[in-house]
Every structure is written in C-alpha cells, then in structure tokens.
C-alpha cells in the first residue's frame, strides 16, 4: 500500500472488487418498479431468510430504509425513542419530522447503550394530555458511539419493554453484520428482538451501494408505496443488488480482520503521547488528543498530507474506520503518520 492513499474516513470508501464487478455485469435484471427485478428479488429473499422475517425490500440507501421504517411503524405527531447519538437523531437531516411528522425522544447514555429502563423510562403514558410513544429505534452496532454493540441480553429486556407497551421496535443494522461478527450470534437471533431491520450493503461489506429494511410482510407492502413515494423505486437494480449479493456471500465472513486491524490501530495509537482511545469493540476506533493545544483539523491536514484519512468526530476527537480496501501496512501507515502529525501539531 506504500504511496497509497490509506482512508480510513468511513467503511463507505471501498471499491467493488474485480470479481464484484464481473457478478455486477453478469447479472440477469428486469423492471423492479414494474414486475421485479429477478437478482433484486434473490438478494430480497436471502437478507429475509437470514434475518428471520416475512419479506425485505432493497433501497438506494440506509437513510431511506430507516425512514422508510418511521414511517411505516409511527403516526404524525407520535415520538420515537432512541439513543442520543443515533444515526437516525443526528444524521438523517431531520427526516423523522420533516417526512412523517414524527417527534424524536432522544435518551442520553454515557457510552451509546440504552437500557430497558432508560426505554421504560422514556416512554410516554397514555394521557389525553401527553402525546404518545409509536416506536422504539435502537442501533447495533452505534456508529456515534465507536462500534459498540448493544449487548444482545439488553435488547431482549428492551423487547419485552416494548411489548408491555404494544410498540414496534425498528432496528437500525447498517453495521449488524459486525455485531454477528464478533459476538457469534446470528443475524436471525438480532433480528428476533426487532420487527423490522435494516441492513446496509454499502458499509464493511464492500457493495457500492445498497441497504434492506425486514419485516412482516404487511408492514413490507406498506414500505414499498413508501419507498417510491420516497423517489426509491429502482428499475434494472439487479446489477446492484448482484453486488450485494456478491459481498454476503464472500465478504461476511472477513469482517472479523477488520476488527483485529482496528485493534491494532488502537493499540498503536494508545502508544502515541497526548492520544487516548477509546477501545473499540469492532471495526470503529475513536481517537481523542487529549492536550487543548493539539487541534483536530491541524492533526487531520497533516495526516492529509501525508495520504492518510480520517474525520473529525468532535472537538478533540477522530475517527477512523477500519475495512475491506485495507491492509495491515496501511495501519501501520496510519498510526506512524498520527504520531508524526500529533507531534507536529504540539
Ligand atoms: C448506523 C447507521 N445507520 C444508517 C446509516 C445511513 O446509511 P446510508 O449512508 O447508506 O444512507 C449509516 C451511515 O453511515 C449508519 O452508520
């Protein structure tokens, strides 16, 4: 990887492999806004099957699928309960309210990890004066809060929450896969604990593009009006969804080198003066300099300048993500260009 650019801004940044390219070309598509597109539907089956649900519905991206699930599961004027620092509260460009009219209940968590209290807690009781609870949102792994997996013990007790208050639980699985991952547990055993899931494609398995949102399948038919009503409404997207299908079958497996990198990344970096890490539980590490002179931004244009990417996650916090397109040379790379940069910028 020597003279390469090492990214490590997202697990976004991958390029199709040579062999995903050649399944891209070679798959059979159809119309399917019109009568389904049969890779489409193959790869729809697959990510139902492996998630334990009725039916799944392929979209552009993770921000539609989840909308899609707001807005399928609550009513206008209704709140969704979540953690602060989930995708769906802070990244989603206000989509709950601006789209479905929905109020979002964000419940603040030192390390990302609702619990069945905190849930409890955050619901609203039925009162004619009090405007209800309609869905319950959690997110595993948190992306905000470094890749850490919300134990699968919690989210049974959070299940059994929502059921005491007949509410939906909408799983926000863009990185579910890492959670599997390093925990053992099945996507089926997570999916279980949910009503509907989504999944992304896009992020550490190395597909262009693509997310899935699982459910029952009245709920799904429901999601697909939503879908076009959303501009979601692909036609010949089997050559996408070929690349899906691609990546679960040949990149699931791999996802368990990404967290030993991300390991490594932060066991070197814990080495560096003035950088405290965060010990990440899969394939995000967050870095933070711990002296107020050091900046982030001079920290990350000197990275830059060596060829080495990540982002500013806070005022004296980075975040660097590990995945496919990444070797251990490059984090080797990227924790001797850190030190270098954290050394200058004193
Ligand atoms: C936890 C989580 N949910 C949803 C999304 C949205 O996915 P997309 O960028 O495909 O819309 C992301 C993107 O990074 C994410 O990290």
């Not at 990887?1 to 995903?20: F, H, I, K, Q, Y």
């Not at 891209?24 to 890779?39: I, N, S």
Request: proline share 5%; with cysteine.
């Amino acid at each position: 990887m020597a003279g390469m650019v090492v990214d490590l801004r997202s697990d976004t940044v991958t390029r199709p492999t040579p062999e995903m390219r050649e399944a891209m070309v070679r798959a059979e598509v159809g119309d399917d806004v019109l009568d389904h597109d049969p890779t489409t539907l193959a790869l729809e089956e697959k990510v139902a099957a492996l998630l334990g649900k009725e039916s799944a519905l392929f979209f552009p991206s993770g921000v539609q699928a989840n909308q899609t699930a707001l807005a399928v599961h609550g009513r206008a004027g209704t709140e969704v309960v979540l953690e602060a620092g989930a995708h769906i509260f802070n990244y989603e460009e206000g989509a709950g309210a601006a789209l479905s009219g929905l109020q979002l209940r964000p419940v603040h968590t030192d390390d990302g990890l609702l619990t069945a209290d905190l849930v409890r807690e955050a619901i609203r009781p039925d009162s004619p004066y009090i405007h209800p609870t309609s869905l319950i949102a959690l997110e595993n792994t948190h992306n905000g809060a470094g890749g850490k997996i919300l134990p699968f013990t919690t989210m049974q007790a959070i299940r059994d929450v929502a059921r005491e208050w007949r509410l939906p639980v909408h799983l926000d699985g863009a990185r579910l896969w890492h959670a599997c991952a390093e925990t053992g547990l099945s996507p089926r055993e997570y999916g279980s604990l949910a009503d509907t899931v989504m999944v992304c494609l896009s992020k550490g398995l190395g597909a262009p593009v693509g997310s899935l949102l699982a459910g029952p399948g009245d709920l799904m038919k429901k999601a697909w009006r939503v879908r076009r009503r959303l501009g979601g409404g692909m036609r010949q997207s089997g050559f996408l969804a070929a690349a899906g299908i691609y990546a679960m079958d040949h990149h699931l497996e791999r996802l368990a080198e990404d967290h030993a990198r991300a390991r490594f990344l932060a066991e070197g970096s814990a080495e560096i003066p003035g950088v405290s890490v965060v010990p990440p539980e899969t394939n995000i590490v967050m870095l933070d300099l711990e002296d107020p002179a050091v900046s982030v931004d001079s920290v990350l244009a000197a990275m830059v300048a060596e060829g080495v990417l990540m982002v500013r996650f806070g005022p004296r916090r980075l975040r660097a993500v590990t995945h496919l397109d990444l070797d251990d040379e490059g984090v080797e790379r990227a924790v001797a260009v850190l030190s270098r940069a954290v050394e200058e910028s004193a």
